[in-house]
């Protein structure tokens, strides 16, 4: 199976200021046919399910907001949130879903500072 | 809208069974794969199957292979998970997800709120 780790398993950002969350796969998730990373990420706030906010590594689901956005390519990738919220407050997840089963990563808590 | 409610979940003993079922609404449900996702009390995400538009492919993740079998019926929008054998591993909240449209190779656009599932004695 492809394991996500994902870092930091917690961080703590002012509002307003930029918050990095990593995520880096065991294999390549770049598959050459198509160019596409096959690579995810999800919010999921308390009590909530969770909600896509990035696919393809980098394409912004409809609906979310552009101060969220994703880069990396093959094994490792990155989700940048530009000017902290206090509605970003949650846990976040990448996931892959190159290859059965599509596994996630342990999850980032995201509090405020 | 696209809305997805599961229902099903309860206390069950170890080594019983459970019939998990998701109703889908606001889409073309026969036109997407879907899956299930369970995440445990306080623990990450784990995708547990996922089958084909038409039913005729399914994939489990090796801890529920031959306990579980995922189902679906496009003529009632509904799908299920049918969970024989369980173990008190198996607890969590089970999420009803909505697949990729032209391929399985694609991430869970939608969620449903999920239904409790405790498997304890």
């Known amino acids: 199976d492809i394991v996500l780790t994902q870092s930091p398993d917690s961080l703590a950002v002012s509002l307003g200021e930029r918050v990095t969350l990593n995520c880096k796969s065991s294999q390549s998730l770049f598959y050459k046919s198509n160019k596409k990373n096959y690579l995810g990420w999800y919010q999921q706030k308390a009590g909530q399910p969770p909600k896509l906010l990035i696919y393809w590594a980098s394409t912004r689901e409809s609906g979310v907001p552009d101060r969220f956005s994703g880069s990396g390519s093959e094994t490792d990738f990155t989700l940048t949130i530009t000017g902290l919220q206090a509605e970003d407050v949650a846990l976040y997840y990448c996931?892959?879903?190159?290859?059965?089963?599509?596994?996630f990563g342990q999850g980032t808590k995201l509090e405020i500072k | 809208d696209v809305q997805l409610v599961e229902s099903g979940g309860d206390l069950v003993q170890p080594g019983g069974s459970l019939r998990l079922s998701c109703a889908a609404s606001g889409f073309t449900f026969g036109g997407f794969w879907m899956t299930w996702v369970r995440q445990a009390p306080g623990k990450g995400l784990e995708w547990v199957a996922v089958?084909?538009?038409?039913?005729?492919?399914?994939d489990y993740v090796g801890s529920v292979k031959g306990r579980f079998t995922i189902s679906r019926d496009n003529t009632k929008n509904s799908l299920w998970l049918q969970m024989n054998g369980l173990r008190v591993e198996d607890t969590a909240v089970y999420f009803c997800?909505?697949?990729?449209?032209?391929?399985?190779?694609?991430?869970?656009?939608?969620w449903g709120q999920g239904t409790m599932v405790t498997v304890s004695s």
């Open positions: 996931q892959q879903y190159y290859g059965a089963p599509y596994t």
């Open positions: 997800t909505r697949g990729g449209g032209d391929s399985r190779w694609r991430p869970s656009d939608f």
């Open positions: 089958i084909k538009q038409d039913g005729s492919e399914t």
